[in-house]
Protein backbone atom coordinates (compact mmCIF):
# COMPACT_ATOMS: atom_id res chain seq x y z
CA UNK A 1 0.00 0.00 0.00
CA UNK A 2 1.15 3.07 -0.66
CA UNK A 3 0.91 7.00 0.53
CA UNK A 4 -0.28 9.24 -2.67
CA UNK A 5 0.99 12.81 -3.43
CA UNK A 6 -1.21 15.20 -5.36
CA UNK A 7 -0.87 19.01 -6.36
CA UNK A 8 -2.11 20.90 -8.99
CA UNK A 9 -1.58 23.89 -10.82
CA UNK A 10 -4.14 25.83 -12.38
CA UNK A 11 -4.20 28.32 -15.35
CA UNK A 12 -7.01 30.36 -15.54
CA UNK A 13 -7.55 33.11 -18.51
CA UNK A 14 -8.37 36.46 -16.21
CA UNK A 15 -11.37 38.35 -18.17
CA UNK A 16 -9.36 41.82 -18.97
CA UNK A 17 -10.43 43.40 -22.06
CA UNK A 18 -6.62 43.51 -23.12
CA UNK A 19 -3.77 41.34 -22.72
CA UNK A 20 -1.79 41.36 -19.72
CA UNK A 21 1.25 43.64 -21.10
CA UNK A 22 -0.02 45.32 -24.31
CA UNK A 23 -3.02 47.00 -25.66
CA UNK A 24 -4.53 43.85 -27.74
CA UNK A 25 -7.65 42.80 -28.01
CA UNK A 26 -8.22 39.80 -25.47
CA UNK A 27 -10.96 37.27 -26.94
CA UNK A 28 -11.65 33.61 -27.87
CA UNK A 29 -12.63 32.34 -31.05
CA UNK A 30 -11.77 35.72 -33.66
CA UNK A 31 -9.63 35.14 -36.82
CA UNK A 32 -6.52 33.71 -36.14
CA UNK A 33 -3.14 36.14 -35.50
CA UNK A 34 -5.36 39.01 -35.84
CA UNK A 35 -5.04 40.47 -32.04
CA UNK A 36 -1.38 40.39 -31.91
CA UNK A 37 0.66 43.50 -32.06
CA UNK A 38 5.23 44.11 -31.83
CA UNK A 39 4.93 43.49 -28.03
CA UNK A 40 3.13 40.33 -27.30
CA UNK A 41 5.01 38.70 -30.31
CA UNK A 42 8.20 40.09 -28.97
CA UNK A 43 9.35 42.57 -31.68
CA UNK A 44 12.85 43.77 -30.69
CA UNK A 45 12.94 47.29 -28.73
CA UNK A 46 9.48 47.06 -27.98
CA UNK A 47 8.50 47.70 -23.76
CA UNK A 48 5.72 45.83 -22.10
CA UNK A 49 3.34 47.52 -19.66
CA UNK A 50 1.26 45.84 -16.88
CA UNK A 51 -2.17 45.88 -17.22
CA UNK A 52 -3.56 46.91 -13.68
CA UNK A 53 -6.69 45.19 -14.00
CA UNK A 54 -5.04 41.58 -14.39
CA UNK A 55 -3.13 42.01 -11.48
CA UNK A 56 -6.10 43.46 -9.54
CA UNK A 57 -7.79 40.82 -10.65
CA UNK A 58 -5.11 38.29 -9.53
CA UNK A 59 -4.90 39.27 -6.57
CA UNK A 60 -8.71 38.98 -5.90
CA UNK A 61 -8.51 35.42 -6.33
CA UNK A 62 -5.52 35.52 -4.10
CA UNK A 63 -7.49 36.84 -1.23
CA UNK A 64 -10.21 34.54 -2.13
CA UNK A 65 -7.99 31.63 -1.58
CA UNK A 66 -6.62 32.99 2.07
CA UNK A 67 -3.75 34.15 0.07
CA UNK A 68 -1.12 37.23 1.87
CA UNK A 69 -0.24 40.01 -0.81
CA UNK A 70 3.10 40.96 -0.28
CA UNK A 71 4.60 44.45 0.05
CA UNK A 72 6.36 44.12 -3.37
CA UNK A 73 5.61 41.57 -6.42
CA UNK A 74 8.12 42.09 -9.34
CA UNK A 75 8.33 39.89 -12.74
CA UNK A 76 10.98 37.25 -14.38
CA UNK A 77 11.81 36.10 -17.38
CA UNK A 78 11.12 32.41 -17.91
CA UNK A 79 13.07 31.24 -20.04
CA UNK A 80 11.92 28.33 -22.85
CA UNK A 81 12.17 27.45 -26.64
CA UNK A 82 8.78 26.73 -28.30
CA UNK A 83 7.03 27.78 -31.18
CA UNK A 84 3.98 29.07 -29.25
CA UNK A 85 6.51 31.59 -27.14
CA UNK A 86 7.55 34.17 -29.65
CA UNK A 87 9.69 35.80 -27.36
CA UNK A 88 11.43 32.82 -26.51
CA UNK A 89 10.80 33.39 -23.02
CA UNK A 90 7.50 33.92 -20.82
CA UNK A 91 7.16 37.05 -18.67
CA UNK A 92 6.15 35.16 -15.23
CA UNK A 93 6.50 35.58 -11.53
CA UNK A 94 9.45 33.75 -9.30
CA UNK A 95 10.49 35.07 -6.51
CA UNK A 96 7.83 37.29 -5.38
CA UNK A 97 4.47 36.21 -6.41
CA UNK A 98 1.24 38.51 -5.79
CA UNK A 99 -0.53 35.74 -3.71
CA UNK A 100 1.14 33.95 -1.22
CA UNK A 101 0.19 30.89 1.44
CA UNK A 102 -3.40 30.51 1.67
CA UNK A 103 -5.28 27.38 2.23
CA UNK A 104 -8.94 26.41 1.20
CA UNK A 105 -11.86 23.52 2.56
CA UNK A 106 -12.80 20.92 -0.15
CA UNK A 107 -15.02 18.51 0.67
CA UNK A 108 -16.52 15.22 -1.23
CA UNK A 109 -16.43 11.54 -1.50
CA UNK A 110 -14.01 9.28 -3.33
CA UNK A 111 -15.04 5.77 -3.59
CA UNK A 112 -18.39 5.72 -1.17
CA UNK A 113 -16.31 7.49 1.56
CA UNK A 114 -17.11 11.21 2.46
CA UNK A 115 -13.64 13.32 2.63
CA UNK A 116 -12.92 17.19 3.82
CA UNK A 117 -9.50 18.16 4.12
CA UNK A 118 -7.32 21.53 3.83
CA UNK A 119 -5.44 21.98 0.49
CA UNK A 120 -2.97 24.65 0.96
CA UNK A 121 -2.19 27.16 -1.63
CA UNK A 122 1.49 27.98 -2.21
CA UNK A 123 1.12 30.67 -4.05
CA UNK A 124 -0.83 32.31 -7.17
CA UNK A 125 1.31 34.41 -10.12
CA UNK A 126 0.47 36.58 -13.05
CA UNK A 127 1.94 35.55 -16.15
CA UNK A 128 1.54 35.62 -20.12
CA UNK A 129 -0.15 32.97 -21.84
CA UNK A 130 1.42 31.34 -24.58
CA UNK A 131 -0.06 31.12 -28.41
CA UNK A 132 -1.85 27.85 -29.55
CA UNK A 133 0.21 25.08 -31.25
CA UNK A 134 -2.69 23.37 -33.89
CA UNK A 135 -1.83 19.83 -35.17
CA UNK A 136 -2.88 18.68 -38.82
CA UNK A 137 -1.07 15.45 -40.27
CA UNK A 138 2.60 16.47 -40.67
CA UNK A 139 2.01 20.45 -40.28
CA UNK A 140 1.80 22.57 -37.21
CA UNK A 141 -0.42 25.80 -37.58
CA UNK A 142 0.53 28.84 -34.79
CA UNK A 143 -2.13 30.80 -33.74
CA UNK A 144 -0.71 33.59 -31.42
CA UNK A 145 -4.27 35.42 -30.70
CA UNK A 146 -3.71 33.82 -26.93
CA UNK A 147 -0.05 34.76 -26.51
CA UNK A 148 -0.02 37.33 -24.02
CA UNK A 149 -3.40 37.04 -22.51
CA UNK A 150 -3.55 37.39 -18.75
CA UNK A 151 -2.85 34.06 -17.32
CA UNK A 152 -2.82 33.32 -13.04
CA UNK A 153 -1.51 30.93 -12.00
CA UNK A 154 -2.66 28.88 -8.61
CA UNK A 155 -0.32 26.34 -7.02
CA UNK A 156 -1.05 24.17 -4.37
CA UNK A 157 0.85 21.91 -1.94
CA UNK A 158 0.93 18.07 -2.94
CA UNK A 159 -2.02 17.78 -0.23
CA UNK A 160 -4.65 15.61 -2.10
CA UNK A 161 -4.35 12.09 -2.07
CA UNK A 162 -7.01 10.99 -4.83
CA UNK A 163 -8.35 11.60 -8.53
CA UNK A 164 -11.43 12.46 -6.32
CA UNK A 165 -9.95 15.04 -3.86
CA UNK A 166 -8.38 17.12 -7.16
CA UNK A 167 -11.77 16.27 -9.25
CA UNK A 168 -13.43 18.74 -6.22
CA UNK A 169 -10.96 21.38 -5.56
CA UNK A 170 -11.20 22.05 -9.71
CA UNK A 171 -15.06 22.02 -9.40
CA UNK A 172 -14.88 24.33 -6.29
CA UNK A 173 -11.89 26.62 -7.34
CA UNK A 174 -14.16 26.96 -10.99
CA UNK A 175 -17.10 27.93 -9.16
CA UNK A 176 -15.27 30.62 -7.04
CA UNK A 177 -13.45 32.50 -10.28
CA UNK A 178 -17.06 32.84 -11.88
CA UNK A 179 -18.73 33.93 -8.61
CA UNK A 180 -15.85 36.78 -8.45
CA UNK A 181 -16.22 37.91 -12.08
CA UNK A 182 -12.50 37.15 -13.08
CA UNK A 183 -12.77 33.66 -15.54
CA UNK A 184 -15.83 32.23 -17.49
CA UNK A 185 -14.20 28.82 -16.40
CA UNK A 186 -14.85 27.23 -19.89
CA UNK A 187 -12.40 24.36 -19.63
CA UNK A 188 -13.59 23.77 -23.06
CA UNK A 189 -11.91 26.84 -24.19
CA UNK A 190 -8.87 26.69 -22.21
CA UNK A 191 -9.70 29.45 -20.25
CA UNK A 192 -9.37 27.53 -16.84
CA UNK A 193 -7.06 24.33 -17.28
CA UNK A 194 -4.66 22.38 -15.05
CA UNK A 195 -1.86 20.35 -14.69
CA UNK A 196 -1.52 17.79 -11.77
CA UNK A 197 1.87 16.62 -10.43
CA UNK A 198 1.61 13.58 -8.53
CA UNK A 199 4.01 10.52 -6.82
CA UNK A 200 4.04 8.00 -4.75
CA UNK A 201 5.57 6.49 -1.88
CA UNK A 202 5.29 4.20 0.96
CA UNK A 203 3.47 5.61 3.86
CA UNK A 204 5.90 7.70 6.35
CA UNK A 205 8.95 8.10 3.63
CA UNK A 206 7.46 11.24 2.08
CA UNK A 207 7.16 12.59 -1.33
CA UNK A 208 8.42 10.10 -4.54
CA UNK A 209 9.33 11.02 -7.86
CA UNK A 210 7.33 13.99 -9.21
CA UNK A 211 5.10 13.00 -12.72
CA UNK A 212 3.18 15.84 -14.20
CA UNK A 213 0.20 15.23 -16.44
CA UNK A 214 -0.80 17.62 -18.63
CA UNK A 215 -3.70 18.48 -21.04
CA UNK A 216 -6.42 17.29 -18.92
CA UNK A 217 -9.33 20.03 -19.83
CA UNK A 218 -12.12 18.95 -17.32
CA UNK A 219 -12.19 17.76 -13.72
CA UNK A 220 -13.73 14.52 -15.01
CA UNK A 221 -10.22 14.18 -17.04
CA UNK A 222 -8.32 15.42 -13.62
CA UNK A 223 -9.88 12.43 -11.72
CA UNK A 224 -9.27 9.83 -14.82
CA UNK A 225 -5.92 10.95 -15.07
CA UNK A 226 -4.59 10.98 -11.97
CA UNK A 227 -6.40 7.66 -10.69
CA UNK A 228 -4.64 5.87 -13.65
CA UNK A 229 -1.47 7.34 -12.96
CA UNK A 230 -1.71 6.23 -9.32
CA UNK A 231 -2.35 2.85 -10.37
CA UNK A 232 0.39 2.55 -13.63
CA UNK A 233 3.12 4.18 -10.33
CA UNK A 234 2.38 1.61 -8.28
CA UNK A 235 2.65 -1.71 -10.50
CA UNK A 236 6.02 -0.17 -11.55
CA UNK A 237 6.74 -0.03 -7.04
CA UNK A 238 5.10 -3.25 -7.32
CA UNK A 239 8.04 -4.93 -10.14
CA UNK A 240 10.80 -2.92 -7.86
CA UNK A 241 11.24 -0.33 -10.84
CA UNK A 242 12.30 3.23 -10.23
CA UNK A 243 9.50 6.17 -11.65
CA UNK A 244 10.78 8.27 -14.12
CA UNK A 245 10.42 11.95 -13.32
CA UNK A 246 8.43 13.29 -16.51
CA UNK A 247 6.11 14.81 -18.19
CA UNK A 248 3.28 13.04 -19.68
CA UNK A 249 0.26 13.44 -21.38
CA UNK A 250 -3.37 12.48 -20.90
CA UNK A 251 -4.90 10.46 -23.95
CA UNK A 252 -8.37 11.03 -23.52
CA UNK A 253 -9.39 8.46 -26.19
CA UNK A 254 -7.29 5.45 -24.76
CA UNK A 255 -8.20 6.75 -20.88
CA UNK A 256 -4.12 6.65 -20.49
CA UNK A 257 -0.86 9.04 -19.93
CA UNK A 258 1.55 8.95 -22.53
CA UNK A 259 5.27 9.69 -21.96
CA UNK A 260 5.53 13.57 -23.44
CA UNK A 261 9.65 14.47 -22.06
CA UNK A 262 11.71 14.88 -19.34
CA UNK A 263 10.78 17.36 -16.74
CA UNK A 264 11.81 20.12 -16.33
CA UNK A 265 12.96 21.54 -12.66
CA UNK A 266 13.02 25.50 -11.60
CA UNK A 267 16.84 25.82 -12.43
CA UNK A 268 16.40 25.06 -16.01
CA UNK A 269 14.13 27.95 -16.80
CA UNK A 270 17.03 30.28 -15.63
CA UNK A 271 14.96 32.86 -14.08
CA UNK A 272 15.85 36.13 -13.93
CA UNK A 273 14.44 39.54 -13.04
CA UNK A 274 12.41 41.06 -15.79
CA UNK A 275 14.01 44.72 -16.87
CA UNK A 276 11.19 45.90 -18.52
CA UNK A 277 8.84 46.08 -16.17
CA UNK A 278 9.17 47.63 -12.60
CA UNK A 279 8.35 46.46 -9.02
CA UNK A 280 4.85 46.60 -8.08
CA UNK A 281 3.75 48.21 -4.68
CA UNK A 282 0.80 47.64 -4.17
CA UNK A 283 -1.38 50.84 -2.10
CA UNK A 284 -4.41 51.31 -0.03
CA UNK A 285 -6.24 52.41 -2.85
CA UNK A 286 -5.39 49.38 -4.64
CA UNK A 287 -5.98 47.10 -2.03
CA UNK A 288 -9.22 48.90 -1.45
CA UNK A 289 -10.15 47.83 -5.58
CA UNK A 290 -9.18 44.37 -4.09
CA UNK A 291 -11.27 43.94 -1.58
CA UNK A 292 -14.27 45.95 -3.20
CA UNK A 293 -14.15 42.77 -5.27
CA UNK A 294 -15.13 39.96 -2.83
CA UNK A 295 -18.46 38.75 -2.46
CA UNK A 296 -19.44 36.09 -0.83
CA UNK A 297 -18.19 32.48 -1.62
CA UNK A 298 -19.84 29.75 -2.87
CA UNK A 299 -19.24 27.55 -0.26
CA UNK A 300 -20.28 30.36 2.86
CA UNK A 301 -22.89 30.78 0.73
CA UNK A 302 -24.22 27.22 0.45
CA UNK A 303 -23.11 26.58 3.81
CA UNK A 304 -25.75 29.79 5.26
CA UNK A 305 -28.58 28.47 2.55
CA UNK A 306 -28.72 25.11 4.79
CA UNK A 307 -28.43 26.64 7.90
CA UNK A 308 -30.87 29.99 6.85
CA UNK A 309 -33.23 28.58 4.57
CA UNK A 310 -33.32 24.94 5.78
CA UNK A 311 -32.57 23.96 2.02
CA UNK A 312 -30.93 19.75 1.65
CA UNK A 313 -26.64 20.03 0.94
CA UNK A 314 -28.03 18.95 -2.89
CA UNK A 315 -30.30 21.37 -3.15
CA UNK A 316 -28.16 24.32 -1.31
CA UNK A 317 -24.87 22.88 -4.09
CA UNK A 318 -27.08 23.09 -7.26
CA UNK A 319 -28.81 26.44 -6.70
CA UNK A 320 -25.18 27.74 -5.91
CA UNK A 321 -24.04 26.17 -8.63
CA UNK A 322 -24.24 29.97 -10.96
CA UNK A 323 -24.48 33.04 -8.72
CA UNK A 324 -27.40 34.36 -10.72
CA UNK A 325 -29.45 31.52 -9.83
CA UNK A 326 -28.35 31.85 -6.00
CA UNK A 327 -28.93 35.80 -6.75
CA UNK A 328 -32.71 34.96 -8.07
CA UNK A 329 -33.13 32.87 -4.94
CA UNK A 330 -32.39 35.03 -2.28
CA UNK A 331 -34.29 37.91 -4.08
CA UNK A 332 -37.65 35.54 -4.23
CA UNK A 333 -37.42 34.19 -1.54
CA UNK A 334 -37.35 37.96 0.36
CA UNK A 335 -39.83 38.99 -1.69
CA UNK A 336 -41.87 35.75 -0.73
CA UNK A 337 -41.13 36.71 2.88
CA UNK A 338 -42.14 40.44 2.85
CA UNK A 339 -45.78 38.81 1.64
CA UNK A 340 -46.08 37.19 5.30
CA UNK A 341 -44.69 33.50 4.52
CA UNK A 342 -42.29 32.09 6.34
CA UNK A 343 -38.52 31.61 5.36
CA UNK A 344 -38.34 28.05 5.25
CA UNK A 345 -41.25 27.79 3.50
CA UNK A 346 -40.46 30.22 0.92
CA UNK A 347 -37.15 29.01 0.09
CA UNK A 348 -38.94 25.04 0.08
CA UNK A 349 -41.05 25.97 -2.50
CA UNK A 350 -38.74 28.56 -4.70
CA UNK A 351 -35.72 26.23 -4.75
CA UNK A 352 -38.25 23.52 -6.15
CA UNK A 353 -39.84 25.39 -8.94
CA UNK A 354 -36.20 26.87 -9.56
CA UNK A 355 -34.28 23.33 -10.06
CA UNK A 356 -37.03 21.91 -11.61
CA UNK A 357 -39.77 23.90 -13.75
CA UNK A 358 -37.34 26.77 -14.53
CA UNK A 359 -34.61 24.87 -15.08
CA UNK A 360 -36.67 23.57 -17.69
CA UNK A 361 -37.95 26.72 -19.40
CA UNK A 362 -34.41 27.98 -20.03
CA UNK A 363 -33.08 24.96 -21.21
CA UNK A 364 -35.95 24.75 -23.74
CA UNK A 365 -35.29 28.17 -24.72
CA UNK A 366 -31.57 27.61 -24.78
CA UNK A 367 -30.68 29.80 -22.23
CA UNK A 368 -28.46 29.47 -18.80
CA UNK A 369 -28.67 30.27 -15.54
CA UNK A 370 -26.96 33.61 -16.23
CA UNK A 371 -30.41 34.77 -18.24
CA UNK A 372 -32.23 34.82 -14.97
CA UNK A 373 -31.55 38.52 -14.70
CA UNK A 374 -33.81 39.30 -17.25
CA UNK A 375 -35.96 36.10 -17.21
CA UNK A 376 -39.52 37.50 -17.67
CA UNK A 377 -41.15 35.97 -14.52
CA UNK A 378 -38.66 37.79 -12.34
CA UNK A 379 -38.22 36.42 -8.26
CA UNK A 380 -41.03 39.01 -7.66
CA UNK A 381 -43.44 37.56 -9.72
CA UNK A 382 -42.33 33.88 -8.36
CA UNK A 383 -42.65 35.13 -5.21
CA UNK A 384 -46.22 36.37 -5.66
CA UNK A 385 -47.24 32.42 -6.67
CA UNK A 386 -45.35 30.89 -4.04
CA UNK A 387 -47.42 32.98 -1.31
CA UNK A 388 -50.88 32.09 -3.24
CA UNK A 389 -49.65 28.41 -2.94
CA UNK A 390 -48.68 28.43 0.69
CA UNK A 391 -51.84 29.84 0.97
CA UNK A 392 -53.91 27.55 -0.20
CA UNK A 393 -55.43 29.44 -3.31
CA UNK A 394 -54.05 27.88 -6.18
CA UNK A 395 -53.11 24.30 -6.89
CA UNK A 396 -49.92 22.80 -7.91
CA UNK A 397 -50.72 22.30 -11.29
CA UNK A 398 -52.45 25.56 -11.94
CA UNK A 399 -49.95 27.48 -10.51
CA UNK A 400 -47.36 25.92 -12.83
CA UNK A 401 -49.60 26.54 -15.82
CA UNK A 402 -49.28 30.15 -14.51
CA UNK A 403 -46.43 29.98 -13.99
CA UNK A 404 -45.21 29.29 -17.27
CA UNK A 405 -47.77 31.84 -18.86
CA UNK A 406 -46.24 34.24 -16.75
CA UNK A 407 -42.58 33.73 -18.54
CA UNK A 408 -44.21 33.75 -21.60
CA UNK A 409 -46.10 36.73 -21.42
CA UNK A 410 -44.24 38.61 -18.54
CA UNK A 411 -46.47 38.89 -16.55
CA UNK A 412 -47.28 38.50 -13.00
CA UNK A 413 -48.85 35.45 -12.10
CA UNK A 414 -51.19 36.08 -9.32
CA UNK A 415 -53.44 38.08 -12.65
CA UNK A 416 -53.12 35.26 -14.87
CA UNK A 417 -54.68 33.05 -12.10
CA UNK A 418 -57.31 35.56 -11.36
CA UNK A 419 -58.36 36.24 -14.92
CA UNK A 420 -58.67 32.30 -15.65
CA UNK A 421 -60.73 31.60 -12.80
CA UNK A 422 -57.90 29.31 -11.28
CA UNK A 423 -57.94 30.59 -7.52
CA UNK A 424 -58.85 27.09 -5.49
CA UNK A 425 -63.01 26.77 -4.17
CA UNK A 426 -62.62 26.88 -0.63
CA UNK A 427 -65.82 27.59 -0.06
CA UNK A 428 -67.44 24.25 1.60
CA UNK A 429 -70.72 24.59 0.29
CA UNK A 430 -69.60 24.94 -3.23
CA UNK A 431 -67.66 21.95 -3.10
CA UNK A 432 -70.48 19.96 -1.40
CA UNK A 433 -72.57 20.93 -4.41
CA UNK A 434 -70.14 19.28 -6.85
CA UNK A 435 -69.77 16.11 -4.45
CA UNK A 436 -73.71 15.48 -4.52
CA UNK A 437 -73.70 16.30 -8.42
CA UNK A 438 -70.73 13.19 -8.42
CA UNK A 439 -71.75 10.92 -6.57
CA UNK A 440 -75.34 10.89 -8.46
CA UNK A 441 -73.97 10.16 -11.75
CA UNK A 442 -71.59 7.67 -10.25
CA UNK A 443 -74.13 6.02 -8.37
CA UNK A 444 -72.74 2.45 -8.89
CA UNK A 445 -69.14 3.29 -7.63
CA UNK A 446 -71.02 5.38 -4.62
CA UNK A 447 -72.78 2.52 -2.84
CA UNK A 448 -69.65 0.05 -3.72
CA UNK A 449 -67.81 2.66 -1.23
CA UNK A 450 -70.68 2.57 1.67
CA UNK A 451 -70.95 -1.28 1.12
CA UNK A 452 -67.08 -1.68 1.84
CA UNK A 453 -66.49 1.73 4.20
CA UNK A 454 -66.26 -0.86 7.47
CA UNK A 455 -64.34 -3.78 5.32
CA UNK A 456 -60.55 -3.59 6.21
CA UNK A 457 -59.84 -6.04 4.07
CA UNK A 458 -60.94 -3.68 1.10
CA UNK A 459 -58.46 -0.64 2.44
CA UNK A 460 -57.18 -0.65 -0.81
CA UNK A 461 -60.18 -0.97 -2.87
CA UNK A 462 -61.71 1.81 -1.02
CA UNK A 463 -59.01 3.83 -1.31
CA UNK A 464 -58.82 3.59 -5.11
CA UNK A 465 -62.79 4.57 -5.34
CA UNK A 466 -62.23 7.32 -3.23
CA UNK A 467 -59.79 8.72 -5.37
CA UNK A 468 -61.67 7.94 -8.64
CA UNK A 469 -64.64 10.02 -7.12
CA UNK A 470 -62.35 13.09 -6.05
CA UNK A 471 -60.71 12.87 -9.25
CA UNK A 472 -64.65 13.48 -11.12
CA UNK A 473 -64.90 16.32 -8.58
CA UNK A 474 -61.56 18.06 -9.43
CA UNK A 475 -62.62 17.92 -12.88
CA UNK A 476 -65.94 18.99 -12.27
CA UNK A 477 -64.52 21.92 -10.52
CA UNK A 478 -61.73 22.45 -13.47
CA UNK A 479 -59.36 21.42 -10.50
CA UNK A 480 -60.18 24.14 -8.82
CA UNK A 481 -61.96 22.48 -5.51
CA UNK A 482 -59.46 22.27 -2.47
CA UNK A 483 -58.70 18.62 -2.31
CA UNK A 484 -58.82 18.27 1.24
CA UNK A 485 -62.26 19.54 1.91
CA UNK A 486 -63.39 18.06 -1.15
CA UNK A 487 -62.17 14.47 0.31
CA UNK A 488 -63.87 15.41 3.79
CA UNK A 489 -67.10 16.04 1.80
CA UNK A 490 -67.07 12.64 0.00
CA UNK A 491 -66.71 10.58 3.10
CA UNK A 492 -69.17 12.59 4.82
CA UNK A 493 -71.64 12.26 2.03
CA UNK A 494 -71.29 7.88 1.86
CA UNK A 495 -70.52 7.42 5.69
CA UNK A 496 -66.76 6.40 5.33
CA UNK A 497 -65.06 9.56 7.82
CA UNK A 498 -62.86 7.47 10.11
Known amino acids: MYQSFIGLEVHIHLLTKTKVFCNCRSAFGDEPNTNVCPVCMGYPGVLPSLNIEAMRMGCTVARALGCSIPEKTWFERKQYFYPDMPKNYQISQFASPLGQQGSVEIEGAANGRPFKKTVRIKECHLEEDAGKMI ?191 ADYFEAAAAAAVSRGITKKDAASRIANFLLIDIKRMLHREGLSPSSLASFA ?76 AADTGKEKRRRTLTAYLLGKVLAATGGRADTKIAADRIAEALGTRE
Open 135 to 325: HTGTVSLLDYNRAGVSLLEIVTEPDMETGEEAEVFIQQLRRMVRYLGVCDGNMEEGSLRADANVSINFPGKGLGKKVEIKNLNSSRFVRLGLNYEIARQSEFMDAGKTVVQETRLWNENRDQTESMRKKENAHDYRYFPEPDLPIFAPDSAFLKTVDDSLVELPAARMKRFRDEYGLNPEQADLICEEMEE
Open 377 to 452: LTPQRLASLVVLLSQGRVSTKNARQAMEAAAAEGRDPADIIREKGWELITDPEAIAGAVTAVLAAEESIAAELRSI
